[in-house]
């Protein structure tokens, strides 16, 4: 079992830069891909990025590769989203997940965060 909690969401500008973590229980945390999702209001929940086990592969959606980077320290059983020149359509909740396979991951991911709320002022 993997519970997964956020942190770091917030109102921000447009151009300015947030840091989201996620905080992860249970000693298996190091064998899990772990990524986060967003879902704007209206819309469906979208794939973001993800980062394999090991931190070694990672797979950014186009919208935000380039902007966005994912990080873990498995020491700490966490994993990090900084996010640069955030966009109006940035905003959005982003959720923590973890998935045991990380092909898997944008399909069928085994754990979800509840979610932060991350929105960007134009």
């Known amino acids: 079992q993997v519970q997964l909690v956020e942190s770091g969401g917030g109102l921000v500008q447009a151009g300015g830069s947030l840091r989201l973590s996620c905080a992860a229980s249970?000693?298996?945390?190091?064998?899990?891909?772990m990524g986060w999702f967003r879902q704007a209001p209206g819309k469906e929940r979208d794939f973001v990025v993800k980062?394999?086990?090991?931190?070694?592969?990672?797979y950014y959606a186009d919208s935000v590769e380039g902007r966005f980077t994912i990080s873990r320290d498995n020491a700490r059983n966490t994993v990090f989203l900084q996010m640069n020149s955030l966009k109006p359509e940035d905003t959005a909740v982003y959720y923590c997940?973890?998935?045991?396979?990380?092909?898997?991951?944008?399909?069928?991911?085994?754990?979800w965060g509840q979610g932060t709320q991350v929105t960007v002022s134009s």
């Open positions: 997940a973890a998935a045991l396979k990380y092909s898997d991951f944008e399909r069928l991911p085994d754990y």
């Open positions: 249970g000693r298996t945390f190091s064998r899990y891909a």
């Open positions: 980062i394999s086990w090991s931190g070694g592969v990672t």
